[in-house]
């Protein structure tokens, strides 16, 4: 059995995003405008292609620090 709030909550939003919402948007979007005012950060072409190799392995998590500053690093596996 599926709990009552996993219900009524979904049909709540659901009831506000389509009847409630276009009616009180106009109301509401000055005084949000005025908290909400900076804009996302947008990365430009030119900042794509700048950093190392290093960095972009470090960045994505492909490459190790140690590795990175020439050190290898042991192996935890037994060897038989």
Do not use: H
């Not at 049909?11 to 509401?28: A, G, S």
């Not at 430009?44 to 500053?69: H, I, L, Q």
Request: with cysteine; glycine share 4%; proline share 8%.
């Amino acid at each position: 059995m599926v709990c009552i709030p996993c219900i009524v909550i979904p049909v709540l939003l659901w009831v506000y995003k389509r009847f409630l919402e276009p009616i009180l948007y106009p109301f509401i979007s000055p005084i949000v405008s005025r908290f909400w005012t900076k804009k996302a950060v947008q990365e430009t072409a030119a900042d794509t292609g700048k950093g190392s190799a290093t960095c972009k392995a470090e960045c994505n998590g492909t490459a190790d620090v140690s590795e990175a500053n020439g050190v290898t690093p042991a192996s935890d596996k037994k060897k038989d």
